[in-house]
């Protein structure tokens, strides 16, 4: 009997695609005139849109940028002003209309938008890197740009790096000295993120307990790194395993994303001896079947020292006994 294939296509592993929502902000120009932000969100990530709550309640020591609390569902979650981080002023008949809710980084977050348009999708080889003028507008918070329609820019925009910003990313068990060093092992790793943010909290963890850290920014240039490591270890006639032990990855990354960094990564022959662990903020069913059957060898959640520093010395151990 023919094997069923239970996953709709946008969720099948290597597809190399994504949807975002489309959402809009709009801006009052000096000149009285409006422009019109076209912005995306991985839908991997949205929970709901729902319409503006009618309570929001501040509390003392947020951030200007955040609206305040509002009880959505079961929950009770902080609502992000994007038009406040962003910086623009909305026209007199535009108003924070939707809140999108959000599921990441083990938070529920709401982002209130003025609309909320439609649901795209994409490959993610169709997304490029964000000219330096917009990058620098929204403080390098801008995972990428995509061409729609009329020649517009979408701009899919880092959430990670505005929470940092906004101090609202949680790095569990960071402080605790008792979790570094005690395995008393050293490892090149490998780690793939194109949020310069989740870089830099990984490469801490990862650094503080020791180990040697490589970075790349998507699944192309870890790919490249790997031909390049490779190379190295045939002239020296060493297997690739002494060159990198392991390979941390994201998701959701620009021209290749992480699910099919890790299939080519799975289907080498010699490359697929590297164990590739799957670091994403997504923890929903549907993101951890897709892990599986690109035969990552783990999933992990951001972040977490303790879960973190455990695949480490759980995968780099078991695979790379020197």
Do not use: C
């Not at 940028?65 to 026209?91: F, Q, S, T, Y």
């Not at 008792?178 to 870089?199: M, T």
């Not at 998701?251 to 590739?276: A, C, H, N, Q, R």
């Amino acid at each position: 009997m023919r094997k069923k294939n239970y996953l709709p296509k946008i969720l099948e592993t290597g597809a190399n695609e994504l949807e975002v929502i489309d959402f809009r902000m709009f801006e009052e120009l000096p000149d009285g005139s409006t422009y019109e932000w076209v912005l995306g969100v991985n839908v991997a990530k949205v929970k709901e849109v729902i319409q503006r709550p009618e309570s929001i309640f501040r509390s003392p020591g947020m951030p200007p940028e955040v609206e305040g609390l509002a009880k959505i569902r079961e929950d009770v979650i902080p609502i992000v002003n994007l038009e406040r981080w962003i910086g623009i002023k909305p026209p007199k008949d535009k108003f924070n209309k939707y809140v999108i809710v959000m599921e990441f980084l083990r938070e529920i977050i709401g982002v209130f938008v003025h609309e909320a348009k439609r649901i795209r999708r994409i490959k993610w080889t169709d997304i490029k890197k964000p000219p330096a003028s917009i990058d620098e507008k929204l403080g390098g918070k801008v995972v990428g740009v995509i061409e729609i329609e009329e020649g517009q820019l979408l701009l899919l925009l880092d959430f990670e790096g505005i929470l940092d910003e906004l101090g609202m990313i949680k790095v569990f068990n960071v402080e605790d000295k008792e979790e570094y060093s005690k395995h008393g092992e050293s490892f090149n790793i490998l780690i793939l993120d194109d949020s310069p943010v989740a870089r830099k909290i990984i490469r801490q963890i990862l650094t503080q307990d020791g180990h040697k850290v490589m970075e790349a920014e998507s699944g192309l240039d870890g790919l490249r790194y790997l031909e390049e490591l490779r190379a190295q270890a045939q002239k020296e006639g060493v297997d690739v395993t002494e060159k990198v032990q392991l390979i941390i990855s994201d998701i959701e990354m620009p021209g290749m994303d992480g699910l099919t960094f890790t299939k080519k990564v799975k289907s080498d022959p010699v490359l697929s001896k590297i164990p590739v662990v799957i670091n994403t903020s997504l923890s929903d069913k549907a993101t951890v079947d897709k892990t599986r059957f690109v035969n990552a060898d783990a999933h992990l959640v951001k972040f977490d020292t303790k879960d973190l520093l455990h695949m480490v010395h759980e995968y780099a151990i078991k695979n790379n006994k020197r």
